[in-house]
């Protein structure tokens, strides 16, 4: 992943467990901790990790007591070879996580958009586009990407669904509601939930982007037992419904916009469009799995909190 260019440590946590250090220990111990965060371990060597928490010369004998006494005790060694804090390898795992979450969400995101514009917007048809993206896939190689769109196409056409080939959607013709309704609800959850876990929780939560309140609306996500299908429509309608409102302190908190069931609402933007439809077929709002803004809702300010 990335590197991070800068880690927000846990003051707290760090004031307490640093207390009884002098400043040459305390000093040492902040330079190996941001070592491992950059590099994701240590070296187990006495006189590289001396070069690496920036010891003098003339105290390096120091430094060997306090490595042997204290640090060592401090860090563990693990099964590839390197040294690890434990907390810190927590967090590091945690914010590995979350950049690979926030990178799935924008590459659907980015794939979603490009169907849309060539293809217009028809909820089926992106819920099979959905169910095939494969979120390893290189989504800038336009190959693999329309490579993607004729698969997809031809899934819809063996299942009754022809949208067209067209090169825009401004170019395309106009089809009857009545087709857009001919795919099973079911045909999507049977045939690929098994094989594809996403969208999960991570990935809802990713989308949504307002970070308030998670371990409720993670509670919520999972007692609702929310089948594919579903799911699919919930992450589609985010995307309309963040078009819609852009600014997040406007947005329902995540476990009200799951409360409500929210994904089966209609969203009016400002200039009273209503977003998430085919606008060349109409139809209702809630065909169109879009989304309501409701009142603005106030919540905290997530954050991301590393420590020692």
């Known amino acids: 992943m990335n590197k ?19 400043e040459d220990r305390r000093a040492w111990y902040l330079n190996l901790l941001l070592h491992q965060y950059d590099k994701d371990g240590l070296p187990n060597d006495v006189e590289t990790l001396a070069t690496l ?67 217009g917007t028809n909820k089926q048809a992106e819920t099979v586009l959905l169910s095939n993206l494969d979120l390893d896939m290189d989504i800038k190689n336009t190959t693999l990407v329309e490579h993607l769109f004729k698969q997809v196409l031809e899934r ?5 669904i022809d949208i067209g080939n ?31 876990p996403w969208p999960t929780f ?10 308030v309140d998670r371990n409720a609306s993670e509670k919520k996500w999972h007692k609702m037992d929310l089948d594919h299908d579903t799911k699919c429509k919930i992450m589609l309608h985010i995307t309309d419904y963040k ?6 302190k406007y947005r329902k908190n995540p476990e009200t916009y799951l409360n409500n069931k929210s994904w089966n609402d209609e969203i009016i933007s400002s200039n009273g469009t209503k977003i998430g439809m085919d606008k060349k077929t109409g139809g209702s709002g809630r065909d169109a799995y879009t989304g309501t803004n409701g009142n603005p ?12």
């Not at 067209?166 to 098994?194: C, H, M, N, Q, Y």
Request: one cysteine or more; proline letters at 2%.
């Open 156 to 160: 819809l056409i063996s299942i009754g």
């Open 166 to 196: 067209s090169t825009s959607k401004k170019e395309r013709k106009p089809k009857k509601e009545k087709a857009a309704e001919s795919l099973p609800v079911e045909f999507i959850g049977k045939e690929t939930a098994d094989l594809k």
């Open 4 to 22: 991070d260019f800068a880690v927000l440590f846990n003051i707290e946590k760090w004031l307490k467990s640093t207390a009884d250090m002098d």
């Open 297 to 308: 809702s106030t919540g905290g300010i997530g954050s991301f909190n590393t420590g020692t």
């Open 53 to 119: 928490a920036g010891v003098r010369h003339s105290k390096y004998t120091k430094f060997e007591q306090v490595f042997e006494q204290e640090f060592k005790h401090k860090f563990e060694h693990c099964s590839d070879g390197k040294l690890r804090n434990e907390f810190m390898n927590s967090i590091f795992q945690e914010r590995k996580t979350f950049k690979e979450n926030r990178s799935r969400a924008g590459k659907f995101s980015y794939i979603l958009k490009l169907w849309r514009n060539k293809y």
């Open 202 to 211: 991570d990935d809802f939560w990713d989308a949504y982007d307002k970070k």
């Open 243 to 248: 078009e819609a409102q852009p600014d997040k």
